[in-house]
């Protein structure tokens, strides 16, 4: 759940990508998974979803560690990838800042470092439950 202020619009990235609505340090915390909000699933629960929906779903999801994977319920699911990105994850699977970011700038983050699925395959892969950012 996204804990500071912020904007869907279009991004210079990639479609669309989420944007600081504040001014904010280095550090905050800007988003930890909330039940209620966010959602985990197995692998088997993903490939239960009927198509066309299981391949959109799969489009926001990323895997965690243990290999189950997360639904941001929120804008996070707009965050766009960049290899410099703004904000990073904490062991405990929060994400932060990496350096102050000002209103108006785009939140990324590097899909390698928190998407299983990605490190294994790439940014665009066809692997079967594969994400397909």
């Given amino acids: 759940m996204l804990l500071v202020p912020t904007v869907v619009a279009p991004s210079p990235i990639a479609g669309m990508g989420l944007f600081l609505a504040a001014d904010l340090p280095a550090g905050t915390v800007i988003w930890e998974f909330h039940p209620g909000v966010d959602c985990r699933f197995t692998a088997d629960e993903v490939s239960a979803f009927p198509e066309p929906f299981q391949a959109r779903?799969?489009?926001?999801?990323?895997?965690e560690e243990d290999g189950l994977y997360v639904l941001c319920g929120d804008n996070t699911r707009f965050m766009n990838h960049?290899?410099?990105?703004t904000c990073a994850e904490f062991p405990d699977g929060r994400t932060f800042l990496?350096?102050?970011?000002?209103?108006?700038?785009?939140?990324?983050?590097?899909?390698?470092?928190?998407?299983?699925?990605?490190?294994?395959h790439g940014m665009q892969h066809d692997a079967p439950g594969a994400n397909t950012w």
């Fill in 82 to 85: 960049a290899d410099d990105p």
């Fill in 57 to 63: 779903l799969r489009h926001y999801l990323y895997q």
């Fill in 98 to 120: 990496r350096r102050d970011v000002q209103a108006g700038e785009e939140l990324t983050i590097d899909y390698h470092a928190l998407d299983a699925e990605t490190r294994a």
